[in-house]
Nanobody, 112 residues
Framework: QVQLIESGGGLVQAGGSLRLSCAAS????????MAWFRQAPGKEREFVAS????????SYSDSVKGRFTISRDNAKNTVYLQMNSLKPEDTAVYYC?????WGQGTQVTVSS
C-alpha cells in the first residue's frame, strides 16, 4: 500500500511559479517511477511529467516542456514539480501517481 499526499497548489498570476510536492508513505519509494498528471474542469486527466526510480530519466508532455521540472528526493520519499512561466491553461487539479496509486490532488489556479 502506498499513500500519496500532494501539497503546494494555490492561486498564482500568469507568468508566476509554484512548486508542488508529493509525499509518499512506505519504505519502497525509491523502487517506483513517479508521475504527475492533471485534470482541468470538463477535460480528461492528462499526463504532465514522469521521473524514473533513480531520477536519471524524466519525461514531459509537450505542453509543459521547458517550463516544468520534475525531481525527487528518495531520502525524503518526495517527488516535486517545479512549475514556472505558468499560463491560465495550466489551471487544473494536479495529481501524483505511481503504479495503481493516486494522491487526492492539489488545485492550481493561474489567473490571467
Amino acid at each position: 500500500q502506498v499513500q500519496l499526499i500532494e501539497s503546494g497548489g494555490g492561486l498564482v498570476q500568469a507568468g508566476g511559479s509554484l512548486r508542488l510536492s508529493c509525499a509518499a508513505s512506505g519504505r519502497t519509494f525509491s523502487m517506483y517511477n513517479m508521475a504527475w498528471f492533471r485534470q482541468a474542469p470538463g477535460k480528461e486527466r492528462e499526463f504532465v511529467a514522469s521521473i524514473s526510480r533513480g531520477g536519471g530519466t524524466t519525461s514531459y508532455s509537450d505542453s509543459v516542456k521547458g517550463r516544468f521540472t520534475i525531481s525527487r528526493d528518495n531520502a525524503k520519499n518526495t517527488v516535486y514539480l517545479q512549475m514556472n512561466s505558468l499560463k491560465p491553461e495550466d489551471t487544473a487539479v494536479y495529481y501524483c501517481a505511481t503504479q495503481a496509486y493516486w494522491g487526492q490532488g492539489t488545485q492550481v489556479t493561474v489567473s490571467s
